[in-house]
Protein backbone atom coordinates (compact mmCIF):
# COMPACT_ATOMS: atom_id res chain seq x y z
CA UNK A 1 0.00 0.00 0.00
CA UNK A 2 1.60 3.40 -0.79
CA UNK A 3 2.47 5.77 1.83
CA UNK A 4 -0.29 8.06 2.79
CA UNK A 5 0.34 12.09 2.40
CA UNK A 6 1.46 13.63 5.40
CA UNK A 7 -0.59 16.79 6.44
CA UNK A 8 0.08 19.67 9.63
CA UNK A 9 -2.29 22.05 10.60
CA UNK A 10 -1.62 24.61 13.31
CA UNK A 11 -3.14 26.86 15.17
CA UNK A 12 -2.33 29.69 17.45
CA UNK A 13 -5.96 30.79 18.89
CA UNK A 14 -8.82 32.24 17.34
CA UNK A 15 -10.05 35.88 18.20
CA UNK A 16 -10.48 39.52 17.40
CA UNK A 17 -6.47 39.65 17.46
CA UNK A 18 -6.25 43.23 15.11
CA UNK A 19 -3.19 44.27 16.22
CA UNK A 20 -3.07 47.78 18.14
CA UNK A 21 -1.75 50.15 16.26
CA UNK A 22 1.92 50.70 16.29
CA UNK A 23 1.87 46.76 17.38
CA UNK A 24 2.59 44.95 13.86
CA UNK A 25 6.03 43.60 15.18
CA UNK A 26 3.46 41.10 17.09
CA UNK A 27 2.25 39.95 13.94
CA UNK A 28 5.36 39.07 12.49
CA UNK A 29 6.86 37.58 15.24
CA UNK A 30 3.15 35.45 14.98
CA UNK A 31 3.70 34.59 12.09
CA UNK A 32 7.51 33.31 12.11
CA UNK A 33 6.40 31.29 15.47
CA UNK A 34 3.76 29.48 13.00
CA UNK A 35 6.42 28.99 10.33
CA UNK A 36 8.50 27.61 12.87
CA UNK A 37 6.26 25.00 14.08
CA UNK A 38 5.24 23.87 10.96
CA UNK A 39 8.97 23.35 10.46
CA UNK A 40 9.33 21.18 13.82
CA UNK A 41 6.23 18.84 13.01
CA UNK A 42 6.83 18.74 9.41
CA UNK A 43 10.22 17.46 9.53
CA UNK A 44 9.35 14.70 11.55
CA UNK A 45 6.49 13.79 9.42
CA UNK A 46 8.83 14.50 6.19
CA UNK A 47 10.61 11.89 7.53
CA UNK A 48 8.22 9.21 8.28
CA UNK A 49 7.42 9.87 11.91
CA UNK A 50 4.51 9.72 13.71
CA UNK A 51 1.81 11.94 13.86
CA UNK A 52 1.56 11.89 17.66
CA UNK A 53 5.48 13.31 17.86
CA UNK A 54 4.66 15.60 15.11
CA UNK A 55 2.36 17.35 17.09
CA UNK A 56 4.33 17.54 20.45
CA UNK A 57 7.23 18.89 18.65
CA UNK A 58 4.73 21.55 16.76
CA UNK A 59 2.78 22.61 20.10
CA UNK A 60 6.14 22.45 22.25
CA UNK A 61 7.79 25.00 19.78
CA UNK A 62 4.53 27.57 20.24
CA UNK A 63 4.69 26.78 23.84
CA UNK A 64 7.88 28.14 23.93
CA UNK A 65 7.28 31.09 22.18
CA UNK A 66 5.52 33.93 23.76
CA UNK A 67 3.81 35.27 21.12
CA UNK A 68 0.90 32.67 21.93
CA UNK A 69 -1.28 31.81 24.81
CA UNK A 70 0.10 28.80 26.00
CA UNK A 71 3.66 28.01 27.77
CA UNK A 72 5.97 31.30 28.16
CA UNK A 73 3.54 33.94 26.79
CA UNK A 74 0.12 32.87 28.81
CA UNK A 75 -2.42 34.76 30.20
CA UNK A 76 -2.60 35.29 33.71
CA UNK A 77 -5.51 34.33 36.61
CA UNK A 78 -7.16 36.84 38.69
CA UNK A 79 -4.15 36.32 41.16
CA UNK A 80 -1.66 37.39 38.64
CA UNK A 81 -0.68 33.46 38.26
CA UNK A 82 -0.20 31.27 35.13
CA UNK A 83 -2.28 27.75 35.02
CA UNK A 84 -1.51 25.71 32.03
CA UNK A 85 -3.92 23.33 30.41
CA UNK A 86 -2.44 20.54 27.86
CA UNK A 87 -4.03 17.36 25.72
CA UNK A 88 -2.88 14.76 23.56
CA UNK A 89 -4.34 11.80 21.55
CA UNK A 90 -3.58 9.53 19.30
CA UNK A 91 -5.80 8.69 16.81
CA UNK A 92 -4.38 4.98 16.42
CA UNK A 93 -5.12 3.66 19.42
CA UNK A 94 -7.09 6.88 21.13
CA UNK A 95 -4.92 6.72 24.33
CA UNK A 96 -5.06 10.14 25.55
CA UNK A 97 -3.30 12.18 28.22
CA UNK A 98 -4.32 15.53 29.74
CA UNK A 99 -3.14 17.91 32.35
CA UNK A 100 -4.74 20.78 33.85
CA UNK A 101 -3.95 23.85 36.18
CA UNK A 102 0.25 22.78 35.35
CA UNK A 103 2.44 25.40 37.26
CA UNK A 104 5.82 24.78 37.00
CA UNK A 105 6.54 22.38 34.32
CA UNK A 106 7.76 24.42 30.75
CA UNK A 107 6.08 21.70 28.30
CA UNK A 108 2.86 21.09 29.53
CA UNK A 109 2.09 19.10 26.02
CA UNK A 110 5.35 16.79 26.45
CA UNK A 111 3.53 16.29 30.19
CA UNK A 112 0.36 15.28 28.85
CA UNK A 113 2.55 12.89 26.30
CA UNK A 114 4.28 11.33 29.36
CA UNK A 115 0.59 10.87 31.19
CA UNK A 116 -0.39 9.19 27.60
CA UNK A 117 2.70 7.10 27.72
CA UNK A 118 2.93 6.03 31.32
CA UNK A 119 -1.28 5.30 31.95
CA UNK A 120 -2.89 4.26 33.65
CA UNK A 121 -4.67 7.52 34.02
CA UNK A 122 -5.80 10.01 31.39
CA UNK A 123 -6.30 13.12 33.21
CA UNK A 124 -4.87 15.15 35.80
CA UNK A 125 -4.18 18.43 37.47
CA UNK A 126 -3.05 21.12 39.49
CA UNK A 127 0.10 20.09 42.09
CA UNK A 128 -0.35 16.00 40.47
CA UNK A 129 0.12 16.93 37.29
CA UNK A 130 3.33 18.89 38.50
CA UNK A 131 4.51 15.91 40.69
CA UNK A 132 4.07 13.49 37.82
CA UNK A 133 6.39 16.06 35.87
CA UNK A 134 8.63 16.25 38.03
CA UNK A 135 9.05 12.11 38.52
CA UNK A 136 9.23 11.57 34.97
CA UNK A 137 12.39 14.20 35.06
CA UNK A 138 10.60 16.94 32.67
CA UNK A 139 12.31 20.52 32.93
CA UNK A 140 10.59 22.75 36.08
CA UNK A 141 10.51 26.32 36.32
CA UNK A 142 9.32 29.14 38.60
CA UNK A 143 5.76 30.02 37.76
CA UNK A 144 7.56 34.07 37.36
CA UNK A 145 8.86 32.53 33.97
CA UNK A 146 5.74 32.15 32.12
CA UNK A 147 4.93 35.73 33.26
CA UNK A 148 5.42 38.42 30.27
CA UNK A 149 4.79 41.94 31.08
CA UNK A 150 2.01 42.12 28.14
CA UNK A 151 0.09 39.87 29.76
CA UNK A 152 0.34 41.33 32.65
CA UNK A 153 -1.00 44.34 31.20
CA UNK A 154 -3.93 42.56 29.94
CA UNK A 155 -4.26 41.15 33.34
CA UNK A 156 -4.92 45.09 34.46
CA UNK A 157 -6.58 46.23 31.71
CA UNK A 158 -9.54 43.23 32.46
CA UNK A 159 -9.51 43.29 36.02
CA UNK A 160 -9.83 47.19 35.65
CA UNK A 161 -12.98 46.88 33.40
CA UNK A 162 -14.49 44.58 35.61
CA UNK A 163 -14.92 42.42 32.93
CA UNK A 164 -13.48 38.79 31.84
CA UNK A 165 -11.24 38.92 28.47
CA UNK A 166 -14.69 40.41 26.45
CA UNK A 167 -12.26 41.31 23.57
CA UNK A 168 -11.51 37.61 23.57
CA UNK A 169 -7.71 37.90 23.21
CA UNK A 170 -7.25 34.29 23.09
CA UNK A 171 -3.74 32.80 21.67
CA UNK A 172 -4.30 28.83 22.73
CA UNK A 173 -2.39 26.69 20.52
CA UNK A 174 -2.77 23.26 18.56
CA UNK A 175 -1.82 20.76 16.21
CA UNK A 176 -3.36 17.76 14.19
CA UNK A 177 -1.57 15.79 11.86
CA UNK A 178 -1.78 12.70 9.69
CA UNK A 179 1.61 10.94 8.95
CA UNK A 180 2.74 9.07 6.56
CA UNK A 181 1.34 5.09 7.99
CA UNK A 182 -2.39 6.70 8.07
CA UNK A 183 -2.50 7.45 11.58
CA UNK A 184 -3.94 11.06 12.86
CA UNK A 185 -2.84 12.88 16.12
CA UNK A 186 -4.28 16.01 17.52
CA UNK A 187 -2.55 18.07 20.73
CA UNK A 188 -3.66 21.28 22.27
CA UNK A 189 -2.39 23.68 24.82
CA UNK A 190 -3.42 26.84 26.63
CA UNK A 191 -3.08 29.23 29.78
CA UNK A 192 -6.81 29.50 29.52
CA UNK A 193 -8.69 32.78 30.17
CA UNK A 194 -7.31 36.10 31.05
CA UNK A 195 -8.65 36.44 34.76
CA UNK A 196 -9.74 33.15 35.40
CA UNK A 197 -10.53 31.67 38.51
CA UNK A 198 -11.40 29.40 41.12
CA UNK A 199 -9.41 26.79 39.34
CA UNK A 200 -11.18 27.31 36.15
CA UNK A 201 -10.53 24.50 32.99
CA UNK A 202 -11.32 24.81 29.67
CA UNK A 203 -11.95 23.11 26.95
CA UNK A 204 -8.68 22.40 25.58
CA UNK A 205 -7.74 19.66 27.66
CA UNK A 206 -10.88 17.88 27.84
CA UNK A 207 -11.04 15.09 25.85
CA UNK A 208 -13.45 15.19 23.07
CA UNK A 209 -13.98 19.00 23.73
CA UNK A 210 -11.19 20.58 22.66
CA UNK A 211 -8.87 18.20 21.97
CA UNK A 212 -9.80 14.52 20.02
CA UNK A 213 -8.32 11.73 17.76
CA UNK A 214 -9.64 9.28 15.85
CA UNK A 215 -8.55 7.38 13.14
CA UNK A 216 -12.28 6.32 12.14
CA UNK A 217 -12.92 9.89 11.01
CA UNK A 218 -10.72 12.50 12.49
CA UNK A 219 -8.18 14.77 14.64
CA UNK A 220 -9.27 17.84 15.99
CA UNK A 221 -7.91 20.84 18.09
CA UNK A 222 -10.09 23.55 18.98
CA UNK A 223 -9.95 27.41 20.24
CA UNK A 224 -12.01 29.69 21.37
CA UNK A 225 -14.73 30.78 24.21
CA UNK A 226 -13.86 27.33 25.92
CA UNK A 227 -17.21 27.25 27.89
CA UNK A 228 -19.08 26.50 24.82
CA UNK A 229 -16.81 24.13 23.11
CA UNK A 230 -17.01 21.93 26.51
CA UNK A 231 -21.02 22.30 26.23
CA UNK A 232 -20.52 21.30 22.43
CA UNK A 233 -18.24 18.38 23.14
CA UNK A 234 -16.67 19.95 20.16
CA UNK A 235 -13.93 18.06 18.95
CA UNK A 236 -15.88 14.66 19.42
CA UNK A 237 -18.96 16.14 17.45
CA UNK A 238 -16.95 17.06 14.50
CA UNK A 239 -15.63 13.36 14.33
CA UNK A 240 -18.92 11.27 15.22
CA UNK A 241 -20.36 13.80 12.48
CA UNK A 242 -17.99 12.51 9.98
CA UNK A 243 -17.97 8.56 11.33
CA UNK A 244 -21.44 7.91 12.32
CA UNK A 245 -22.94 10.89 10.25
CA UNK A 246 -21.01 10.61 6.98
CA UNK A 247 -20.14 14.43 6.89
CA UNK A 248 -17.27 14.91 5.13
CA UNK A 249 -14.86 17.21 7.03
CA UNK A 250 -15.07 20.27 6.32
CA UNK A 251 -18.33 20.16 6.47
CA UNK A 252 -18.63 18.80 9.79
CA UNK A 253 -16.38 21.63 10.87
CA UNK A 254 -18.44 24.29 9.89
CA UNK A 255 -21.82 22.60 11.07
CA UNK A 256 -19.79 22.21 14.69
CA UNK A 257 -18.92 26.11 14.35
CA UNK A 258 -22.82 26.43 13.57
CA UNK A 259 -23.86 24.57 16.81
CA UNK A 260 -21.49 26.42 18.94
CA UNK A 261 -22.73 30.27 17.65
CA UNK A 262 -26.14 28.86 18.62
CA UNK A 263 -25.79 28.36 22.17
CA UNK A 264 -23.21 31.87 21.83
CA UNK A 265 -20.31 30.94 21.23
CA UNK A 266 -17.31 31.58 19.07
CA UNK A 267 -13.74 30.52 18.06
CA UNK A 268 -12.30 27.91 15.32
CA UNK A 269 -11.70 24.39 14.79
CA UNK A 270 -8.97 22.77 12.87
CA UNK A 271 -8.92 19.30 11.69
CA UNK A 272 -6.78 16.57 9.75
CA UNK A 273 -8.92 13.07 8.71
CA UNK A 274 -6.87 9.48 7.74
CA UNK A 275 -8.01 9.76 4.02
CA UNK A 276 -5.22 13.31 3.59
CA UNK A 277 -8.87 16.09 4.42
CA UNK A 278 -7.61 19.16 5.88
CA UNK A 279 -9.78 21.83 7.21
CA UNK A 280 -9.89 24.66 9.87
CA UNK A 281 -12.70 27.35 10.05
CA UNK A 282 -13.51 30.15 12.48
CA UNK A 283 -16.11 32.52 13.50
CA UNK A 284 -13.83 35.06 15.16
CA UNK A 285 -12.80 38.19 13.05
CA UNK A 286 -8.95 35.96 12.76
CA UNK A 287 -7.23 32.80 14.14
CA UNK A 288 -3.57 32.11 13.79
CA UNK A 289 -3.46 29.55 11.95
CA UNK A 290 -0.90 27.20 9.36
CA UNK A 291 -0.82 24.17 7.15
CA UNK A 292 1.84 21.85 5.69
CA UNK A 293 2.69 19.21 3.41
CA UNK A 294 5.17 18.22 1.45
CA UNK A 295 4.42 20.15 -1.21
CA UNK A 296 3.54 23.53 0.63
CA UNK A 297 3.45 25.93 3.79
CA UNK A 298 1.61 28.16 4.78
CA UNK A 299 0.19 30.53 7.34
CA UNK A 300 -2.66 32.97 8.20
CA UNK A 301 -4.33 35.27 10.72
CA UNK A 302 -6.90 37.22 9.14
CA UNK A 303 -9.97 35.72 7.25
CA UNK A 304 -9.37 37.44 3.81
CA UNK A 305 -6.07 35.38 3.40
CA UNK A 306 -8.16 32.17 3.08
CA UNK A 307 -9.48 31.16 -0.80
CA UNK A 308 -12.48 29.10 0.20
N1 LIG B 1 -10.40 27.55 24.53
C1 LIG B 1 -9.49 28.10 25.48
C2 LIG B 1 -10.08 28.04 26.86
O1 LIG B 1 -11.28 28.25 26.97
C3 LIG B 1 -9.14 29.52 25.19
C4 LIG B 1 -8.61 29.76 23.82
O2 LIG B 1 -8.86 29.04 22.88
O3 LIG B 1 -7.82 30.70 23.69
O4 LIG B 1 -9.36 27.83 27.81
Known amino acids: MAAAQWKLVIHGGSGA ?13 ARQGLRDALEAGGAILGRGGSAVDAVEAAVRVLEDDPCFNAGRGSVLTAEARVELDAAIMDGRSRRAGAVAGVR ?16 PHVFLSYEGADRLARDEGLEQVDNSWFVTSERRRQLDEVLESGGFDAEMKYGTVGAVALDEAGHVAAATSTGGLTAKQWGRIGDSPLIGSGTYADDRSAAVSATGSGEYFIRAVAAHQLAERMRLGGQPLQAALDAVLEDIGDLGGLGGLIAVAPTGEAAWGFTTLAMYRGMADASRRRVAIYSEEDER
Do not use: W, Y
Request: aromatic residues 0%.
Open 17 to 29: MRPRPGDPAHEQS
Open 104 to 119: TTRAPVTLARALMERG
